[in-house]
């Protein structure tokens, strides 16, 4: 019963590990970039529409933001359900698609809560030469994200994959006080 029980915990405290992994990759990029509050969501695998529990905790989210000062912009990066490609990988279109869905279907719910200022960034594309050139901010955010490790690719997803973002979105709320 008692190495029963010590599995249990090993268990427990090994996936505790693996999300704050994940999400402290997340807040780092958040972070870097200066973000006041960063939200990660996760899909349930081919589904790009949020559940009314993750509209809740989004709308928690901005909310809070808002107590604090201005809500100057939101970003959201968007994954389908496998990683950000290697820089010579790419993804399907349906893999584009659903990041597609995702991003519009978080964008439009920021609308109704009267969020004017969206940015979208597809995480199945890594940024194109034009991009690179001028370092616009969809370069810059993607950069952050990989440097941050919030944008592995399937060969750095670690043990478990505990740091994988597939299948996410990350929502970074920017305030001005």
């Given at each position: 019963?008692?190495?029963?029980?010590?599995?249990?915990?090993?268990?427990?405290?090994?996936?505790?590990?693996?999300?704050?992994?994940?999400?402290?990759?997340s807040?780092?990029?958040?972070?870097?970039?200066?973000?006041?509050?960063?939200?990660?969501?996760?899909?349930?695998?081919?589904?790009?529409i949020?559940?009314?529990?993750?509209?809740?905790?989004?709308?928690?989210?901005?909310?809070?933001?808002?107590?604090?000062?201005?809500?100057?912009?939101?970003?959201?990066?968007?994954?389908?359900?496998?990683?950000?490609?290697?820089?010579?990988?790419?993804?399907?279109?349906?893999?584009?698609?659903?990041?597609?869905?995702?991003?519009?279907?978080?964008?439009?719910?920021?609308?109704?809560?009267?969020?004017?200022?969206?940015?979208?960034y597809?995480?199945?594309?890594?940024?194109?030469?034009?991009?690179?050139?001028?370092h616009?901010?969809?370069?810059?955010?993607?950069?952050?994200?990989?440097?941050?490790g919030?944008?592995?690719?399937?060969?750095?997803?670690?043990?478990?994959?505990?740091?994988?973002?597939?299948?996410?979105?990350?929502?970074?709320?920017?305030?001005?006080?």
């Amino acid at each position: 019963m008692e190495k029963k029980f010590l599995r249990i915990v090993t268990a427990l405290t090994l996936l505790s590990a693996v999300n704050a992994s994940a999400w402290t990759n997340s807040q780092d990029a958040g972070n870097m970039l200066g973000a006041t509050q960063v939200k990660e969501i996760t899909f349930e695998k081919n589904k790009g529409i949020l559940t009314d529990v993750q509209k809740i905790e989004l709308r928690t989210a901005i909310n809070e933001a808002a107590q604090i000062g201005k809500i100057a912009e939101v970003k959201i990066l968007a994954w389908s359900d496998k990683e950000y490609p290697s820089p010579t990988g790419k993804q399907s279109r349906d893999d584009v698609k659903l990041a597609q869905k995702r991003l519009k279907d978080i964008k439009s719910y920021l609308k109704d809560l009267k969020v004017s200022e969206v940015g979208t960034y597809n995480m199945t594309e890594r940024p194109n030469a034009l991009q690179k050139l001028f370092h616009t901010s969809t370069e810059k955010v993607k950069k952050t994200a990989e440097m941050a490790g919030a944008a592995p690719t399937a060969d750095q997803t670690g043990l478990f994959d505990n740091k994988a973002q597939a299948s996410k979105s990350i929502v970074m709320i920017f305030i001005t006080k």
